[in-house]
């Protein structure tokens, strides 16, 4: 075993629990500088990659139904053929 298999035992003890305030902090700090253009410009390109994945899944899911009940179709066809 070595000291990279548990991260909070061995010499970066006392640097792991200071990971969540450090991270807290820079962000805050770095949030603050951003301007507010930039800050809408990034969130309404988050919003639009949203609204793009939300379509693609959309459209994923009509593909899926649609071969689902092709599948149940080609079963039953299937079925009827064996009797």
Known sequence: MSMFSFPITGAGSEIYPLLGPRRFLFRHTFG??????????????????LNHS?????????????????????????ETELK
Do not use: T, W, Y
Request: hydrophobic share 35%; proline share 0%.
């Open 54 to 78: 939300g379509e693609l899944m959309k459209k994923e899911s009509k593909k899926l139904l649609e071969r689902a009940s092709l599948a149940e179709k080609d079963m039953i066809r299937g």
């Open 32 to 49: 603050r500088l951003r301007s507010e253009e930039a800050m809408f410009v990034r969130a309404e390109k988050n919003v639009n990659e």
